[in-house]
């Protein structure tokens, strides 16, 4: 296996952590196997590798996997970038979480560094738009219903916090020690403006480093991305921005699902079988079928109700 990644800073190694290890948990499946995971001076890449795979197995703290790996190879250190992915990791609990707020800010801003450096985002790159509308919040174009994105989509962030709001850097726990200078002003969620993760129906669109959000379906014009940040009028800096005009879209949440009943009637010799919904309790169901000029059919002549 080989995994394309500098050993800089700026590097993603976190979003390779999972094939990396698939690929030592196949590996190790025997117990006469053996593994070498290894970079050009076995130093920080691999070291990365393997403090992470620890930390996902074994279930150990950064600092635990850390010095397991440099007791046995004290010249480790890991470069500042990917110590801070280390403990993103670890604020995931050893795992990846797509859902995870500082990981899609940190993925945001992967992808707004490639983009920057001239690459080429493909489909597999954004979030998915596959939206179950029976039981999802999502928001749909105004004009033509067209299911835009999911709720969970929004990227929130705090009203006048700066920079920082999109830093997932200044999240981690090794940023909020003391000493560390928080520029937030306000712990409120801003509710000015809807900023979201760019979507698969974007791909086509957001390759420049600006321009405009149209819908897929009518091409209404929905908004603007710029990956290098706009100003929200909160006050809050954000970097890559995709930001959608609340005006031209609407928000549609599931409707809670309705009483429905099962009721056999007999009538003249005919079985009549009915499907009755209703926001009603049983017993009123009970009392429009007992009112019915049919008498309903069972073994025990008593109502029969399915409560779904």
């Not at 990644?5 to 390779?16: G, K």
């Not at 067209?146 to 969970?152: G, I, N, R, S, Y």
């Amino acid at each position: 296996m080989f995994v394309n990644c500098m050993d800089l800073p700026s590097a993603d190694l976190l979003s390779r952590f999972d094939e990396c290890f698939k690929f030592v948990d196949n590996a190790l499946k025997s117990p006469g196997n053996r593994l070498l995971i290894h970079c050009f001076a076995g130093v920080s890449r691999s070291a990365t590798v393997m403090i992470a795979y620890l930390m996902y197995r074994d279930g150990m703290c950064l600092d635990e996997a850390y010095g397991t790996v440099k007791e046995m190879r004290p010249i480790i250190k890991p470069n500042p970038g990917f110590m801070e992915q280390l403990e993103l990791f670890e604020q995931m609990e050893s795992k990846i979480d797509e859902s995870n707020p500082m990981y899609k800010t940190y993925k945001l801003q992967v992808m707004a560094e490639r983009i920057q450096a001239g690459e080429e985002l493909s489909e597999s790159d954004l979030c998915s738009t596959d939206i179950q509308t029976n039981n999802e919040s999502f928001y749909r174009c105004m004009k033509c219903r067209q299911a835009l994105f999911k709720t969970t989509s929004v990227m929130r962030h705090k009203m006048g916090e700066g920079e920082a709001a999109f830093d997932w850097r200044s999240k981690l726990p090794a940023n909020q020690k003391e000493g560390f200078v928080s520029q937030t002003i306000d712990s409120t969620d801003c509710d000015k403006s809807l900023f979201i993760e760019p979507v698969r129906w974007m791909a086509d669109s957001i390759r420049d480093m600006e321009g405009k959000l149209n819908c897929p379906k009518c091409k209404l014009k929905l908004g603007s991305f710029i990956w290098y940040g706009e100003k929200c009028p909160c006050g809050t800096w954000v970097a890559p921005a995709f930001h959608i005009q609340g005006s031209k879209v609407d928000l549609i949440k599931p409707r809670p699902l309705a009483n429905v009943h099962q009721l056999t009637f007999s009538n003249g010799g005919q079985s009549d079988s009915r499907v009755v919904k209703t926001g009603q309790s049983d017993s009123s169901v009970l009392k429009m079928a007992q009112t019915d000029s049919s008498v309903v059919k069972s073994e025990s002549n008593q109502l029969s109700c399915m409560s779904i």
